[in-house]
């Protein structure tokens, strides 16, 4: 299963969603492999809560992934009414570096 497969499966699994995109962005950064990706998910599980909790909540979701295998995740939370005005930002450019360069 690929990285991109593995993060796509623990969200639809965690949460119940209306939209959610997951996209590889490594390809746009130096290294290449499946370590840049982009989170677009719209949920009612994120009614109520702020930005941080959001986020959270994914980071959480993803937490061995992100220790082990992720160098960037681009994370843009929704509730379906946000989801109607949504204005998704493109990802920032990648510094270099990474937790996984010796």
Same mark, same amino acid.
């Given at each position: 299963?690929?990285?991109?497969?593995?993060?796509?499966?623990?969200?639809?699994?965690?949460?119940?969603?209306?939209?959610?995109?997951?996209?590889?962005?490594?390809?746009?950064?130096?290294?290449?492999?499946?370590?840049?990706?982009?989170?677009?998910?719209?949920?009612?599980?994120?009614?109520?809560?702020?930005?941080?909790?959001?986020?959270?909540?994914? &980071?959480?979701?993803?937490?061995?992934?992100?220790?082990?295998?992720?160098?960037?995740?681009?994370?843009?939370?929704?509730?379906?009414?946000?989801?109607?005005?949504?204005?998704?930002? &493109?990802?920032?450019?990648?510094?270099?570096?990474?937790?996984?360069?010796?």
């Amino acid at each position: 299963m690929s990285m991109l497969e593995q993060i796509e499966s623990k969200l639809k699994s965690a949460f119940s969603y209306e939209h959610l995109e997951v996209i590889n962005e490594s390809h746009m950064h130096s290294r290449g492999t499946e370590s840049h990706f982009k989170v677009v998910i719209v949920s009612n599980d994120f009614e109520g809560k702020r930005l941080l909790q959001c986020h959270r909540m994914i &980071n959480d979701v993803l937490a061995d992934e992100l220790a082990h295998h992720i160098h960037a995740l681009a994370i843009h939370t929704y509730t379906p009414t946000q989801w109607q005005n949504a204005d998704i930002p &493109n990802s920032p450019k990648c510094l270099g570096g990474s937790k996984f360069d010796s």
